[in-house]
Structure formats: structure tokens, C-alpha cells
């Protein structure tokens, strides 16, 4: 990393943070672009969700051949899907594998969703987690699951079958306490079954812009309602939840995983649950662009990029230890926040709700691309 712009990704390692890339596509992984995105930037890992799937397949056709290849063997359009995604997941795998085996197993992974249709579904995303681990048939991959109700039982039985589990879609507190719960347990029901719990993985994906997306709205329409005196202090919340919100989890963070309970699992060989920094691209024009990057630095956490929010941290990122800095400031804003009548808790249940459809839709809308390129080359190709 000799020239400035890249010393400020080796600066986020030093201070125990992993960049993680979040995008995947047949061609990045084929023209060497992750190859040399590992060399160069120190990329350390590669998240996947429906929504870039949904991209990366429907913006050309690199994937055509395939697609072809498998509709003449008969598979219809989520078989397709399903073979296009682990395909390109255990190609990044092997790219990653000397980084997983650099890092003693902490960081080249490569994360892969269940089908969000599953996430109000405890017993079928638990056998899906378990299909997928199997099939792709790598020791870096992770499964990602989200951390709805029914999403919670099934992150505890995957990790105690012993699949590395990305715990995606929290918002809040309440969220983020109950996966680590999940997690814990999860290792302790592997142990007691006499598994091995050392190189176990799991990452809690803790999303960030968002929330400041939600609650500035809700503020927005206050500051439509309020006089002249109200304005200013409803002005001063907006743009702060975000950070705020994040920074009091990494808190809880720390006291989590200083307990007797996580220090005995520790000595069993288990390894830190690190926090995931999720939707860190800058969402309001209004905001510095690498804003949710540069806010939430620090050991112990992984802050996963699009490809733009990369680019911008790498030309003006500003890299120093800033996510356990603020903790009572974080604290004094959520009760203006109450006193201003915003409900936080509502807004991240709401945000959670949202996320699972969001994902949905995405996963919908990729395999309508699927199938209607199945067609397509089907009949192309006389058949």
C-alpha cells in the first residue's frame, strides 16, 4: 500500500477494522478486479444480497451462457438463480482463501444470502442455511440470515450445526442484543454437543444510513408543524441518529463480549462476533459522502463498502478511532429525540419490516430477469 490514497485503508486495519466489499459479479471475479482489489486495497471479505445480484445479473450478459446451459437441462428460473449465485460465491471464495488462511480464519469470507421469502420462516431458512453452507462447500463462506424473530432460532441452530453466520437486517438495541444471544447460545448448544467451536464465524450487520433516512423524515414533518422557536432544536437531530445509534451498540459491544459468560466460550476457542457496519453508503446528497464510514472506526469491527463509497474513502476518507468516542453525546440525542415525540423503536421495527421487503422485491425482480432470459435464449437457441 505505498501510494497515500491506499494508506488509508492500511490506517483502518491498524486500527482493527476490516473493509469489506459489498458487490459481487461473475466479471469482477474474472478479470482479476477482486484479485487486485485484494493486493492493492486490502480488501478483506465480500458481502451479496439479492438487490446486487439483481444488478450484477441483469446489467449484461456475462451470465447468458450459463443461464443458456442450465434451461436446456431443463431448470426453470429459481434453479438458475440458485446455481448463478453459488457459482459466483465459491468463485470469490477461492480468490479470499489466502486471505481467510492469512487471518487465522477472521476475515476472507464471502457472504450469501437465504431467501428473504424465508425470513418469517424459522425451520425452512434453518435447512436452507444448511443447503447453502453444504453446497457451496467452503470453509469462508457465510450465510446470511436476518435478525427477525423467526430469523433468531435458526441463527442459533446454524451456528451450533456449525455454519459461519452473517446476521443481517438490525436496526436497534433490541436487535442487536438478541443476536448476540442468539450467537452465544448457539456456540454454547455446539459445545455441549461436544463440537469444536474454534473457526467458527459470525458477523452481527448492524445498518447505519438508513435510520438517518427514516428519522429525518419524521423530523422533517415536525419542523413543517413547529413555530419559529422549535425549529433550531429540531434542526440540530437531523443527520445524528445513524451514528449515534451504531455507537451505542458497539458499546454494548464491548460489554458483551467482557463477560464471564463470553470469556468461558473464549477459552473453549471461540472467536469475537464482530460488528458489521451495513448500508454505510451516504444516502443524502446533504451528508459527506464517506460520512457513515468515517464516524464508526475502530477495533473488532468490519465496515462493508459499495464500490463508490470505497472510491470516495480512499480519495478523502479520514482514518483515525472515532467509533467509541461520543457514548454520552449518543445518549443525550436519543432523549431529544423522545422529548421531540420521535419513536426510535418504532422507526427501527419499521426499518426492519421494510428491509426484509426490500430484499424481497429484489429477489423477486432478479429472478423475473432469470426467467425472462431463460425464455429468451431458449427460443434463440430454437428450443
Known amino acids: 500500500m505505498g501510494d497515500a490514497t491506499n494508506d488509508r485503508l492500511a490506517k483502518l486495519a491498524a486500527l482493527g477494522q476490516s473493509i469489506w466489499l459489498d458487490y459481487i459479479s461473475r466479471s469482477l471475479i474474472s478479470t ?3 484479485q487486485q482489489l485484494i493486493d492493492q486495497d486490502g480488501i478483506a471479505g465480500m458481502t451479496s444480497n439479492p438487490s446486487i445480484f439483481e444488478k450484477a445479473i441483469g446489467a449484461g450478459g456475462e451470465y447468458n451462457q450459463e443461464i ?27 480468490v479470499f482463501t489466502p486471505v481467510y488462511v492469512a487471518s487465522g480464519g477472521e476475515d476472507g469470507f464471502v457472504s450469501l444470502e437465504v431467501s428473504p421469502a424465508l425470513a418469517r420462516d424459522t425451520q425452512r431458512t434453518l435447512s436452507e442455511a444448511r443447503r447453502l453452507s453444504a453446497a457451496v462447500d467452503r470453509p469462508n463462506v457465510m450465510i446470511k440470515i436476518p435478525g427477525t424473530a423467526e430469523g433468531l432460532p435458526a441463527i442459533r441452530a446454524s451456528l451450533a450445526d ?5 446476521i443481517t437486517l438490525m436496526f436497534s438495541m433490541a436487535h442487536y442484543e438478541a443476536v448476540v444471544e442468539a450467537f452465544m447460545s448457539g456456540l454454547e448448544d455446539r459445545l ?3 463440537g469444536q467451536i474454534r ?29 419559529d422557536g422549535g425549529r433550531e432544536r429540531i434542526s ?9 445509534n451504531s455507537k451505542l451498540v458497539y458499546e454494548r459491544f464491548q460489554q458483551l463480549f467482557a463477560t464471564p459468560r463470553w470469556q468461558k466460550l473464549a477459552a473453549a476457542g471461540a472467536s469475537v462476533q464482530r460488528v458489521l457496519w451495513a448500508s454505510t453508503s451516504t444516502k443524502n446528497p446533504a451528508y459527506n459522502d464517506v460520512f457513515y464510514v468515517d464516524e464508526l472506526i475502530g477495533p473488532h469491527t468490519v465496515n462493508t463498502l459499495p464500490e463508490a463509497t470505497l472510491a470516495a474513502f480512499k480519495d478523502h476518507g479520514t482514518p483515525r478511532r472515532t467509533v467509541d468516542q461520543g457514548y454520552d453525546a449518543a445518549r443525550v440525542l436519543l432523549t431529544e429525540l423522545a422529548a421531540l415525540g420521535i419513536d426510535v423503536g418504532a422507526a427501527t421495527e ?30 434463440g437457441a430454437g428450443e
Not at 437531530?237 to 451514528?243: E, F, I, R
Open 32 to 34: 482479476g478486479g477482486l
Open 68 to 94: 443458456l446451459a442450465l434451461a436446456q437441462q431443463g431448470q426453470d428460473a429459481a434453479q438458475i438463480l440458485d446455481r448463478l449465485t453459488m457459482a459466483d460465491v465459491r468463485a470469490a471464495c477461492d
Open 162 to 166: 456449525g455454519v459461519n453466520i452473517n
Open 192 to 194: 455441549a454437543a461436544g
Open 199 to 227: 473457526g467458527l464465524a459470525s458477523v452481527a450487520s448492524f445498518f447505519v444510513s438508513r435510520v438517518d433516512t427514516l428519522v429525518d423524515k419524521l423530523l422533517d414533518e415536525k419542523l413543517a408543524q413547529a413555530g
Open 236 to 244: 440540530a437531530c437531523k443527520g445524528k441518529l445513524a451514528v449515534a
Open 350 to 379: 419499521q426499518l426492519q419490516v421494510e428491509g426484509v421487503e426490500l430484499f424481497v422485491k429484489s429477489f423477486d425482480a432478479v429472478l423475473a430477469i432469470v426467467e425472462q432470459r431463460r425464455r429468451e435464449l431458449l427460443a
